[in-house]
């Protein structure tokens, strides 16, 4: 199951999935600092994003407590996949070269992609 959130729901997900369950007010003050969100736009993104299904809200009360249904490490497979699909035919090897010409790999980066390759060399 593939749901898609916009760019501004990933921000409002990011806030849950540090810490849940968070109320509303929670989120709210969270966002309204890191953001300069006002409340009815947290709050029309929380609903957007309960009736896509990546959030659940349990009733805590007199208040709901808000918990991801959507995991972050699907959500990022799923923007990887779409990201390598739309711009490099699928394919991991271009994406990489393409950083390596703008120069955007530091030599820290190298050694991890290098310990990466040598990693899947050895599983083959």
């Given at each position: 199951?593939?749901?898609?959130?916009?760019?501004?729901?990933?921000?409002?997900?990011?806030?849950?999935?540090?810490?849940?369950?968070?109320?509303?007010?929670?989120?709210?003050?969270?966002?309204?600092?890191?953001?300069?969100?006002?409340e009815p736009?947290?709050?029309?993104l929380l609903?957007?994003?309960?009736?896509?299904?990546?959030?659940?809200?349990?009733?805590?009360?007199?208040?709901?407590?808000?918990?991801?249904?959507?995991?972050r490490e699907?959500?990022?497979?799923?923007?990887?996949?779409?990201?390598?699909?739309?711009?490099?035919?699928?394919?991991?090897?271009?994406?990489?070269?393409?950083?390596?010409?703008?120069?955007?790999?530091?030599?820290?980066?190298?050694?991890?992609?290098?310990?990466?390759?040598?990693?899947?060399?050895?599983?083959?």
């Amino acid at each position: 199951m593939t749901i898609q959130i916009s760019d501004a729901e990933s921000i409002v997900m990011e806030v849950l999935w540090r810490r849940s369950p968070r109320s509303a007010e929670e989120v709210i003050a969270e966002l309204a600092r890191e953001q300069h969100w006002q409340e009815p736009t947290i709050k029309t993104l929380l609903n957007r994003l309960l009736k896509k299904g990546a959030l659940r809200a349990d009733k805590d009360g007199r208040r709901y407590s808000y918990l991801p249904v959507l995991k972050r490490e699907d959500w990022v497979h799923g923007q990887s996949r779409s990201l390598l699909n739309r711009l490099f035919d699928g394919r991991v090897a271009p994406l990489v070269a393409h950083f390596s010409e703008k120069g955007k790999l530091s030599k820290k980066d190298i050694g991890e992609l290098k310990k990466l390759i040598e990693g899947l060399d050895d599983e083959r």
